[in-house]
């Protein structure tokens, strides 16, 4: 027979300062611990659904991304030579999608419009609903020649001046006013916090004859990278990136935003291993008597080390879920919006930070086994108390 | 016995507890100075900025807008005397790379004749101004970016020649002739040439472009800049190219904020850090404390005054707290100043080094942790009732 689980969890609360405490160090470890967990996984949820590596992204040679790229007319036209590009079941055209790219500065709702982030305005054809295919119309989409634009959700949520029956200034000279009359899904992918309309017309507004770049998408059969190959080539000249590489390079700066702040954390969670043990020893040094009673009634050495530790994962368990709790608290009242520019797209991406039962318990796993690290040593400490001295001491 | 000897040896008692304590405060502390060094660089830089008294005036719809060559003329127009601005420098973006390589470097043009006198925290001497008038490819550079790529191209030095390509279109690759490293902290990743250099090789492509991106107004007092920060937009108000001003700060904040607020962030580290010190600090004098109430009461019983078993018990958590500083403000320091991240990237992470302003806050931080941490048990031992003290079993 095992130690009964009740002797742990009521050994928590004889010595409550102490419990409380070290409960406080692991919640604020899990707490920023979660944090940081939900930051990463909305990023990489969102870049999950820029990841169709049937679609290429054609850009000028020498540009860093859809934002600073120039695509002449004629340079478009010999994207015709491209085989295997994928074709519109209903009207049969091959789907390439020019598209232009400009930006509009936008204030934070998060921040009242304190604040103001750069969102990119697309200006699409009908080909890029076919070529971008997570982007779905919720309700009313623009009507070609028009000036109206569509918005995308996390857009809409997130910046000011974009809702149904807004009016966005745009253009070369940020004078020609587009109504917002519908809004766009991306299945949570980037496109998500762009802004959407008719190419010809933002091309007038902006006095442009260049796209910004082409997007392709191809067809089943296609060998994206050979055909990225071609593009490069001397026929065509421009520089083609499948969409999941793509975004591999626009996120740089937000993974090594996210590798610094990993990079605190475990260290917090290294530190809280040694808060652990701490007050592990000081628990087992003081129940050496209790132990040796234990012993000389028959629990073995073993039955005392896991039980030691069982009460550790029972503190750091305690410490975690109010970390957790903390945490969800933190984003339901400071806002759970963040957004991030693009390493050279010069426009934004914004996502929401969420925890998911798998963080939660990712994040109670983890420091399960923080706790055990930390007790061990005194686990160790406590199975191998001298019963005959112990039991004699004062 | 001195009451030091009977510090020391209560540290030295109970070794395990004071090494997990000193561990697990060192590994907080050595993020939190390094925390503390990116907040105290830009608010180092901040003032700089504030003193340079820069207004930024761009175009409302974003910073990629252009604004007319012109806007220049405007905006001299409404100081004619001089008496409230110096001089306005208009600055075009070149976003310009070195071939074949992956960052690229905030390169700008700027207007030749007043970027002297905008930019003074350049520091050019006569000798380097007339260098920089005399010779139309002339560049200064700040010294992260001739640092990093010193030791790989040559010519990143004074008299040297260096290419970079630029990144938006028409994508020019230029050669410059650098007269200048800046040493200025908030100038360490920026690259500025003479923009009529620009538009001259804009000429030879076929481009007439002689747009501006952002034009820096230089004022002469805190004032002035408040008043023209408002005079500048009234103007433009209602034209075809409405404006925003910014100070020099506001302006890099919009930046800071959209590329994720690493420095909101660091001080959420930093406060998360003290909250997790001060637990751990607590937690191990309660510990201590209650081990040795009997001990305490056997001082109080021979004569010890209760105000030096205070200092005794008080003094031990400030011995714990500084131990603890030391062992994890010494090897951060080392690392950051060895390894210099200015090297990586833009604004604020360029501006990382620790100042001996960081290590001060670091250490009267951990000091004032260990004294609150301390506090709660020296005042226990100052009330022990000794006779209660003494009858208590265990």
Sequence with gaps: MALPLSYNWRNLFVRKTTTLLTCLVIATVVGVFTWLVGFAGALNRSLSYANDAHKLIVLKQGATSETNSAILPEDYNKLSQVQDVAVNPKTGEPLRSPEMIVQVSLPRRRDNGTTFANVAVRGVTDAAFGVHRNVKLLGKGFSSGSMEVIVGEQAAKQFGGVQIGDTINLGYSGNRGYKVVGYFSANGGPMETEIWGPLTTLMNSYNRNMYSSVNVLLNDKADPDKVAKFVQGPSVDLNAQTEPAYWYDQSKNIRIYLGIVGGLVSIMCVAAIFAIANTMYATVAGRTREFAMLRTIGFSKNQILLSVVIEAVFLALLGGAMGCIACEAWLVLAGNTKDMFGATTFTTMAFEIKLTPYMVVGALLLVAGVAVLGALPPAVRASRVHVIDALREP | ?394
């Design chain 2, 1 to 394: 016995m001195t009451i030091a000897y009977v510090m020391m040896q209560n540290l030295r008692r109970n070794r395990t507890r004071t090494a997990l304590t000193i561990i697990a405060f060192a590994l907080p502390m050595a993020i939190f100075v390094a925390a503390i060094s990116l907040v105290v660089a830009l608010i180092e830089i901040n003032a700089i900025s504030a003193r340079e008294l820069r207004l930024g005036v761009h175009h409302k719809t974003t910073l990629v807008n252009p604004l007319p060559e012109g806007t220049r003329r405007k905006i001299e127009a409404l100081d004619p005397g001089g008496k409230r601005l110096t001089a306005v420098c208009g600055m075009r973006w070149f976003g310009g790379k070195i071939p074949n390589e992956s960052g690229t470097i905030q390169s700008l043009a700027a207007d030749a004749d007043t970027f002297p006198r905008v930019y003074s925290d350049a520091e050019l001497t006569p000798a380097e101004i007339e260098a920089w008038n005399r010779d139309r490819a002339a560049a200064v550079v700040g010294a992260g970016v001739a640092e990093t790529y010193g030791s790989k191209y040559s010519g990143w030095k004074p008299g040297g020649r260096v290419v970079l390509k630029s990144t938006v279109p028409p994508y020019l690759e230029l050669e410059f002739h650098i007269v200048k490293v800046m040493q200025a902290k908030g100038q360490a990743n920026v690259f500025y040439f003479r923009r009529d250099y620009l538009t001259e090789s804009f000429k030879t492509a076929g481009i007439d472009s002689p747009d501006c991106n952002i034009f820096w107004v230089k004022c002469n007092d805190a004032a002035s800049l408040a008043a023209l920060q408002r005079e500048i937009d009234q103007t433009f108000a209602n034209s075809p190219n409405e404006t925003k001003s910014e100070d020099e700060n506001t302006f890099r904040a919009g930046f800071t904020q959209a590329l994720g607020n690493l420095p909101g962030l660091m001080r959420a580290m930093a406060i998360v850090v003290v909250v997790i010190i001060a637990l751990v600090a607590g937690n191990t004098m309660m510990m201590s404390f209650r081990e040795r109430t009997r001990e305490l009461a056997v001082f109080k019983a021979i004569g010890f005054q209760s105000w030096r078993i205070f200092f005794v018990v008080l003094t031990e958590s400030l011995l714990l707290a500084l131990l603890g500083a030391l062992i994890g403000i010494v090897p951060t320091t080392l690392f950051l100043l060895s390894f210099p991240i200015r090297r990586m990237g833009y604004l604020p992470i360029s501006a990382l080094t620790v100042s001996p302003w960081a290590v001060v806050i670091s250490v009267v931080i951990a000091l004032i942790v260990g004294f609150a941490a301390g506090l709660w048990p020296a005042y226990q031992a100052l009330r022990l009732k000794t006779v209660d003290a003494l009858r208590r079993v265990g």
